[in-house]
């Protein structure tokens, strides 16, 4: 099985190896032991786009969802209280691999990752919010940054030898949420999100001392590749802010046509408030 490998929590490249069957269940039966959670390998069962971006220290493909093409398993993470006993009920028409994390044992409740292989690919390009609706509504009691287009799972890892430790393997039918549609309803949305941005940008007319700024601003995020457009949005807002000095509603009124996180539009308004 190929496999994405990130080689610790700080790396900010990954590579590419592969795990046999036999590997894996001496990896998942025999978990590392590491005292620094911070030092564990983690996993995406996926494999590298044909257009990479690299890392320039290490030279090697960053750690960004935009290197992932597409995943072949899916990986969820469980903290949030539901049992391990209760989850295998939920969904045992389904093969999985089972283990607990790192830090299982240090609350009452169970803490676990579990790895659905698909019956087909997901491509990451599909991840689009209302695809990851649907796989959240399969899965509610699921950390939802699980279906996010590059998600780092450990690899089993246990902080002692005497440490809480539980895995489970196992078969049934492989999962399978009919890609084809998947990407229906992925095309759907970044079509409509296509005209939305064209009806804001005839709608954006620029005039006064920083028409020829923000301009540019627009099209900087143009260009930008879909699913690094935040990190663009937030490096032309600094500089509008710092060097342009554009006020904050003239900020506003160029990136309103993209899709950002919560999270980016939060630090967005921190630059300017």
């Given at each position: 099985?190929?496999?994405?490998?990130?080689p610790?929590t700080?790396?900010?490249?990954?590579r590419v190896?592969?795990?046999?069957?036999?590997?894996?269940?001496?990896?998942?039966?025999?978990?590392?032991i590491?005292s620094d959670?911070?030092?564990t390998?983690l996993?995406?069962?996926?494999?590298l786009?044909?257009v990479?971006e690299?890392?320039?220290?290490?030279?090697?493909?960053?750690?960004s969802?935009?290197?992932?093409?597409?995943i072949?398993?899916?990986?969820v993470?469980?903290?949030?209280?539901?049992?391990?006993?209760?989850f295998?009920?939920?969904y045992h028409?389904y093969s999985?691999?089972l283990?607990?994390s790192?830090?299982?044992?240090f609350?009452p409740t169970d803490?676990?990752?579990c790895?659905f292989?698909l019956?087909?690919p997901?491509?990451?390009v599909d991840l689009?919010?209302?695809?990851?609706?649907?796989l959240?509504?399969?899965?509610?009691?699921?950390?939802?940054?699980?279906?996010?287009?590059a998600?780092?799972q450990?690899?089993?890892?246990i902080?002692a030898?005497?440490a809480?430790?539980?895995?489970?393997?196992h078969?049934?039918?492989?999962l399978?949420?009919?890609?084809?549609?998947?990407?229906e309803?992925?095309?759907?949305y970044r079509d409509?999100?296509?005209?939305k941005?064209?009806i804001a940008?005839?709608d954006f007319?620029p005039?006064g001392?920083?028409?020829g700024?923000?301009?540019?601003a627009q099209?900087q995020?143009?260009?930008?590749?879909?699913?690094?457009?935040d990190?663009t949005?937030f490096?032309?807002?600094h500089w509008?802010?710092d060097?342009v000095e554009a006020?904050?509603?003239?900020a506003?009124?160029?990136?309103?046509?993209?899709e950002?996180?919560?999270?980016?539009a939060?630090?967005?308004?921190?630059i300017?408030?």
């Open positions: 099985m190929h496999c994405l490998i990130k610790h700080y790396s900010s490249f990954m190896s592969s795990v046999t069957k036999e590997g894996w269940t001496r990896r998942i039966t025999d978990p590392l590491l959670k911070m030092k390998p996993v995406i069962w996926g494999t786009s044909k990479l690299i890392d320039i220290e290490s030279g090697q493909p960053r750690c969802g935009q290197n992932v093409d597409h072949y398993a899916l990986q993470d469980i903290d949030n209280g539901c049992k391990i006993d209760e295998i009920k939920c028409r999985f691999q283990y607990t790192y830090n299982h044992g609350k803490r676990f990752r790895i292989p019956q087909e997901i491509y990451t689009v919010p209302p695809v990851k609706d649907k959240i509504d399969m899965f509610p009691m699921v950390d939802t940054t699980c279906f996010d287009k998600h780092w450990c690899l089993p890892c902080r030898k005497d809480p430790y539980r895995f489970e393997q078969q049934g039918e492989l399978s949420f009919a890609s084809d549609k998947f990407r309803v992925a095309a759907d409509k999100a296509h005209w941005r064209e940008r005839a007319k005039s001392e920083h028409s700024a923000l301009n540019w099209g995020l143009d260009a930008a590749v879909e699913g690094t457009r990190k949005i490096s032309v807002l509008l802010h060097t006020s904050y509603e003239e506003l009124t160029l990136v309103a046509p993209y950002m996180e919560d999270v980016m939060k630090k967005i308004e921190t300017w408030r």
